[in-house]
């Protein structure tokens, strides 16, 4: 696996974790620059993400939704309090209502992001997820955030098909 | 014993002490009752009392007597029960990076 540490604090409810990828800080930073891309990993695999407008800059703001297996979409966006390509990335992560409005009701977390080059074309990401409070991590697990994540497996397989069927 | 599920934020909170995670680490083995439990600290008795009966109300520890006397012991499903919920989301960042990575070989191979 390419998960190299995961360090979770339930006293200051933060989550952080990294990662090592066999690519360049700029291929890495694709991931989330490029909406297609973004999309193809952000939603669990029974709820796919699509993005409808992106704007990865200071004071920007994505949007997107992501789409149920009986048709239910569940609304979202970030809003871009730092990007320093390919290095850094700081967002709000909310929910909205169907318009694209915020939806107060439901809590957001605020995520970190960080890209480094560590030599021989390799790349190492670190995300720090930070929660308003206990509760708010409860209701977020609690909408079945863990619904798709023992699919993630298939997931893969999924891609892996689908690159068999294109070369 | 019946105990309800633990208020999640009642949890972190009274594990975000110092000497309230010690508390609960000791109390595994669950010998001790509060007075031999404040020995260890250099506070009151008193002191280490409140402490104990915040874990308490957070369902980390209940009080189970034994004999004539009454041992601290620690609720392992209290504890667990918080850890489970940065367990599921780890899990769910691990699918991300998982897609990420897989996104990156994609692009790779399609390139080769």
């Known amino acids: 696996m390419t998960v190299t540490a995961v360090e979770k604090n339930a006293d200051d409810l933060t989550m952080s974790l990294t990662a090592e990828f066999d690519a360049s800080p700029e291929r890495v930073w694709q991931l989330w620059a490029d909406p297609r891309q973004l999309e193809r990993w952000w939603g669990p695999p029974t709820y796919p993400a699509t993005v409808t407008s992106h704007d990865l800059r200071p004071g920007g703001r994505i949007d997107y939704h992501m789409t149920g297996p009986e048709g239910d979409q569940v609304h979202g966006y970030w809003l871009v309090d730092e990007a320093d390509p390919p290095r850094s990335v700081v967002f709000r992560d909310g929910f909205a209502n169907d318009d694209g409005t915020p939806n107060p009701d439901l809590p957001d977390t605020t995520g970190r992001v960080r890209i480094e080059g560590i030599g021989e074309g390799r790349t190492r990401m670190s995300i720090e997820s930070v929660f308003p409070s206990a509760e708010a991590m409860e209701q977020l697990i609690a909408m079945g955030m863990e619904d798709g994540l023992t699919q993630a497996v298939s997931q893969i397989d999924a891609i892996l098909a689908e690159e068999r069927v294109r070369s | ?112």
């Open chain 2, 1 to 112: 014993m019946q105990t309800a599920a633990p208020a999640f934020d009642r949890v972190f909170a009274a594990l975000a002490d110092a000497t309230r995670r010690d508390i609960v680490r000791r109390a595994i083995d669950g010998e001790e009752g509060v007075a031999e439990l404040a020995d260890h600290y250099p506070m009151s008795f008193a002191a280490v009392q409140k402490h104990v009966a915040v874990l308490e109300r957070a369902g980390l520890i209940t009080k189970q007597r034994i004999g004539r006397r009454k041992v601290v012991r620690t609720h392992v499903e209290g504890l667990r029960a918080a850890q489970r919920l940065l367990d599921r989301y780890e899990q769910l960042w691990r699918g991300r990076i998982s897609r990420m990575t897989d996104l990156i070989t994609d692009t790779k191979e399609r390139k080769k």
